[in-house]
């Protein structure tokens, strides 16, 4: 059983930066991939990013050139950077470890607020 524990969220302005962090009770390497979901305000859940055990990465249109994955193994954290914030990339991100094409464990979430 493996924990995740998402921090780094908070209110921000438009425009500014948070960095979300994800740390892992154990190793994350062995998971297929580690992913950043969102979900704003009666919206659906979405992949925001994803990074796989051998840092390839993918991230979702409406975040591509603001939002960067990455993870450090020897820490067992992902983070999620993310910069020029615009009001709809608000909403609860939570990490999920994919487990062979499963997605078995994920953490409580961290909220992101940003205001125009």
């Known amino acids: 059983q493996v924990q995740l524990v998402e921090s780094g969220g908070g209110l921000v302005q438009a425009g500014g930066s948070l960095r979300l962090s994800c740390v892992a009770s154990g190793s994350i390497f062995r998971f297929d991939s580690m992913n950043w979901y969102r979900q704003g305000p009666g919206m659906q859940r979405e992949l925001v990013a994803s990074i796989t055990s051998g840092d390839r990465t993918y991230v979702a249109d409406s975040v591509k050139g603001r939002f960067t994955i990455s993870r450090d193994d020897a820490k067992n954290t992902v983070y999620l950077q993310m910069s020029s914030l615009k009001p709809e990339d608000t909403g609860v991100y939570s990490c999920?470890?994919?487990?062979?094409?499963?997605?078995?464990?994920w953490g409580r979430g961290t909220q992101v607020t940003v205001f125009s």
């Open positions: 999920a470890a994919n487990d062979n094409g499963y997605l078995p464990y």
